[in-house]
């Protein structure tokens, strides 16, 4: 019988493997002993809430994701499953449908002359755009960057910052955010 403890050794393996962790990186990463995440994966020991909590965040998923059952090994959305939302003129869509702590992907969409406004992030957040079809403006506290199709900018995500659209075409880009990480010691 699958009980939360095997769906929790199962699950700590794949993601360890998936993150590309030794027993002793992943432990390290969680602050807790190797000895632990040991037991943890072979399915024994009764863990805490705080160390499965340390556990989640150095494998950077939630505490449901831990102790469900392993997922299927795909799974395909469609683009009307996806979260989208108009910023003015802009469509922004998210393509992680399975959230990441830390972590998003957008699709921005620009139609010829549109514009819109970045939110500001916490403080140490990267972000990463990218430009595929069109020519993009980008305003970050002060500077500009002028993107075509194939070019990336990085930029602090913590300043105000601004995307346009410079031809005549509808661009289309695509903005990584990596937030800050919160030290939950």
């Known amino acids: 019988m699958d009980t939360a403890a095997d769906h929790l ?52 998923v939630s505490l449901d994701e831990l102790v469900a059952p392993p997922r299927a090994s795909g799974r395909l959305y ?44 916490t403080r140490g957040t990267r972000e990463y755009l990218a430009c595929e079809t069109g020519r993009i403006g980008l305003s970050v506290a002060g500077a500009a960057f002028e993107l075509e199709a194939g070019d990336v900018v990085v930029f602090r995500g913590d300043q105000r910052h601004g995307y346009r659209n410079l031809g005549g075409l509808t661009a289309v880009g695509y903005s990584v955010i990596v937030l800050a990480p919160v030290d939950l010691r």
């Open 78 to 121: 469609r683009q009307a499953e996806l979260a989208t939302r108009q910023r003015g003129a802009v469509t922004v869509r998210h393509l992680l449908p399975d959230p990441m702590p830390g972590l998003d992907l957008e699709r921005l969409e620009l139609p010829p002359g549109a514009t819109m406004t970045g939110v500001p992030h």
């Open 9 to 60: 050794a199962l699950n700590l393996r794949l993601l360890r493997d998936a993150h590309g962790l030794s027993q002793l990186r992943a432990a390290g990463l969680a602050g807790i002993p190797r000895a632990t995440w040991a037991t943890l994966e072979a399915g024994g020991g009764n863990p805490t809430l705080a160390v499965l909590l340390r556990v989640a965040s150095a494998l950077q």
